[in-house]
């Protein structure tokens, strides 16, 4: 037992493992949860803040161990609860836990800032038995602090690097170190957010799965928010079954976060859609439009990865018409400002920091250390009224929706496709603006070694076909590899 010591002495690898294989092993007497935990402590040890110093963990659960243990036990008199029983798994640092860890968004603002209870998210993963690691750097805010903040930096955390290219390859945005940690094999996978791309960006830099679901599927309660328009959390994995697993866990109606109410599946198990064969017959189109930013290596890996899904039964439906430029909109500086302002408006009456005006100031007064790169956005969310009854807000909010759902329900019902395929993350933001599920695949390295992704996106709820769609690519591709630390 942990409390008297204990020895390390099986042979299990941690390298590039899986949920799945964790049970099958932990289920023949072969591993603990606790020796489980102990291994991605050592790897953390060994490369978070030494060696390579990826700084994907800003802060590690003191009770991990202890959690360990106590599911350990749970296991031996009751069985196990489930897929995640006794896995460890790291959430980002704007997720609230209410347990001995801060909740920051990578802020000095909320340096001292611990949350009241669990997010819906962490209640949720607890439920299931998850072991809660630590938390992960972020770009700080979410990146919407400034213009022109590095991927992966905040003022509390510093900056996250990327484990394929340490200072060569982008980390990838905002949910850096969820990313990066699970390429480094922090954990078996974390829990990122996502506004426009901070789940896809990072998933994709970081040769990962990523989900980003319909806004509604999974609650945002308890996650310091940008946009609860465009707000989400999801799974980062290193595998698409271990992204439908912890998909699945993390699901569920909460009283609390109406958005929930909007989804009627109510699927709380996405295995069932891990098919090999999920490509056959499907129809997948492909906007020529959002191939323009890609220099020739990457373009030459995204044909190449137009060939593999032929060749696993999809029908390619080449050069739909789905614009890239979006109208510009004022929604996210409206939101910020209501969503942050209630956010804080709950901490404690005697707390410095209880709106976005206090966090502007407490960032000038100590601009030395939490101003390394400005605060442009804040300052700009901050002149909006926050009361979202301005005609500005109302009329972008809803040309917003009318356009990016239009646009994407008609391309799709137009050619009857499953789903439509973007290059690394690139479609995020029409996806985002109508609330609409993605979920990116690795697919390859360049010949400098730079992880490269792709993403296939749907309707809103169609997480199920997006799962079986990316695991039969994934299964008949097998294009990720871990990095060399």
């Not at 991605?40 to 390579?52: C, D, E, R, T």
């Not at 991990?64 to 798994?89: N, Q, V």
């Not at 509390?156 to 990066?180: E, H, I, T």
Request: with cysteine; proline share 5%; glycine share 10%.
């Amino acid at each position: 037992m942990f409390s008297g010591g204990f020895t390390l002495t099986n042979s299990f690898q941690l390298n590039e493992t899986t949920i799945t294989k964790i049970q099958q092993t932990i289920e023949s007497g072969d591993l603990t949860s606790l020796e489980l935990t102990t291994m991605y402590l050592k790897q953390i040890a060994a490369y978070n803040s030494k060696g390579p110093n990826i700084n994907a963990v800003i802060e590690v659960n003191p009770d991990a161990l202890h959690i360990a243990e106590a599911l350990d036990a749970e296991r031996s008199k009751s069985g196990s609860r489930g897929p995640l029983h006794g896995i460890p798994i790291l959430i980002k640092d704007n997720i609230d836990s209410g347990d001995k860890m801060h909740t920051s968004a990578g802020s000095l603002a909320l340096d001292n800032h611990y949350a009241r209870e669990d997010a819906f998210v962490t209640k949720q993963l607890r439920k299931a038995g998850a072991v809660i690691l630590g938390k992960t750097n972020l770009t700080e805010w979410a990146n919407f602090m400034t213009e022109g903040m590095p991927n992966g930096y905040s003022s509390r955390g510093g900056q996250v690097l990327n484990p394929y290219g340490p200072g060569s390859c982008d980390v990838g945005g905002s949910s850096s170190g969820s990313g990066a940690g699970v390429a480094a094999n922090f954990a078996v996978g974390a829990i990122g957010t996502e506004t426009d791309g901070s789940i896809l960006s990072p998933s994709s830099s970081n040769s990962l799965v990523g989900i980003k679901p319909t806004v509604g599927l999974v609650s945002r309660t308890g996650i310091i928010p940008i946009a609860h328009s465009q707000d989400t959390a999801g799974p980062m994995t290193r595998s698409v079954a271990d992204a439908a697993i912890i998909l699945g866990a993390i699901t569920g109606l909460d009283q609390t976060d109406v958005a929930t109410r909007t989804n009627t599946d109510r699927i709380t198990d996405y295995t069932p859609f891990l098919n090999k064969a999920g490509l056959a017959n499907a129809k997948i189109g492909v906007p020529a439009s959002y191939l323009n930013e890609l220099d020739d290596p990457e373009l030459a890996l995204f044909n190449h990865a137009i060939k593999d899904l032929e060749k696993l039964g999809a029908t390619i439906v080449d050069s739909i018409d789905l614009p890239s430029d979006l109208p510009d909109s004022s929604v996210l500086y409206h939101e910020f400002k209501n969503g942050i302002n209630a956010y804080l408006g709950r901490f404690p009456a005697n707390s410095t920091v209880r709106t976005l005006r206090d966090v502007i100031n407490f960032n000038q007064t100590n601009a030395n250390e939490a101003l390394e790169y400005g605060q442009t956005t804040l300052i700009k969310s901050e002149t909006k009224d926050g009361t979202l009854a301005d005609d500005e807000y109302i009329m972008d909010r809803l040309t917003d929706l009318s356009f990016s759902r239009e646009k994407l329900q008609e391309v799709i019902r137009e050619h009857k496709l499953d789903a439509i395929l973007f290059p690394n993350y690139y479609g995020s933001s029409i996806a985002a603006k109508a609330g609409y599920p993605s979920i990116t695949v690795p697919a390859g390295y360049t010949s400098s070694g730079k992880p490269v992704g792709v993403t296939f996106t749907g309707l809103a709820f169609s997480e199920a076909k997006l799962i079986e769609l990316a695991y039969a690519y994934e299964q008949g591709t097998h294009h990720r590899k871990p990095p060399e630390l």
